[in-house]
């Protein structure tokens, strides 16, 4: 029997975790930003797949075998901690050029589509951060006694948030007004998602160092 009182609270908590601003929502603003919403969809679909993975990982319980396993965390948050840096340096390069038909994003070529998709699809699944909040949200609504089908529904359900969180990110920055915007302060905008993502990307490494 599905409860659906505890259906209702994880997916709010759920939404507030995926809507904030962070690594992926900012990555699918400024891809939608620069190259269009093709592209940002793309990404955003990238995004959505690895963070459904992270949310079967949870629901099944794996999750907490992931955080118990000092060595498979450290791993993953050394990958996730060097794919925020090699994103920073992409928007660092992407800030000095000159010339905006070189960005590596803003093809809205099929090819250049699969790439954004990949790219967003890896920054999610580095990320281990995000088991982390699968396992806080679903923890939220659902009991001890929560039942297989509640389970299922909670996480299906977030996953489905998951994918409109991102999608609404690449329609709302792929806007006309946005994108203008965008190109005329192109070189702060990337400068400053550089820095973030360095940050972002140090801090990560940083925690997994033994003693963190």
């Not at 992931?66 to 090699?86: F, P, R």
């Not at 809205?108 to 995000?130: C, E, I, Q, T, W």
């Not at 998951?162 to 920055?173: C, E, H, L, P, T």
């Amino acid at each position: 029997m599905i409860e659906w009182s505890g259906l209702t609270a994880t997916l709010a908590a759920f939404f507030i975790v995926a809507v904030s601003p962070g690594p992926a929502t900012l990555a699918v603003s400024t891809v939608s930003a620069a190259s269009g919403q093709r592209a940002g969809l793309a990404f955003g679909m990238g995004l959505g797949f690895g963070l459904a993975f992270w949310g079967i990982v949870a629901a099944t319980g794996l999750g907490a075998v992931l955080q118990a396993s000092a060595q498979w965390l450290m791993a993953l948050k050394i990958a996730g901690g060097v794919y925020l840096l090699w994103l920073a340096y992409g928007s660092a390069r992407s800030a000095l050029r000159h010339d905006l038909e070189l960005r590596e994003a803003g093809s809205d070529k099929p090819a250049g589509r699969g790439r954004n998709f990949v790219r967003g699809l890896l920054l999610n699944l580095s990320n281990p951060k995000a088991v982390i909040a699968w396992m806080a949200a679903l923890s939220v609504g659902l009991g001890a006694d929560g039942g297989l089908g509640t389970v299922a529904f909670a996480t299906g359900g977030c996953m489905a948030l998951g994918f409109a969180i991102y999608a609404a990110y690449a329609v709302a920055f792929s806007r006309a007004p946005v994108m203008n915007g965008y190109q005329r302060i192109r070189r702060w905008v990337d400068g400053i998602v550089s820095a973030l993502f360095a940050t972002a990307g140090l801090s990560l490494l940083r925690t997994a160092l033994p003693g963190d």
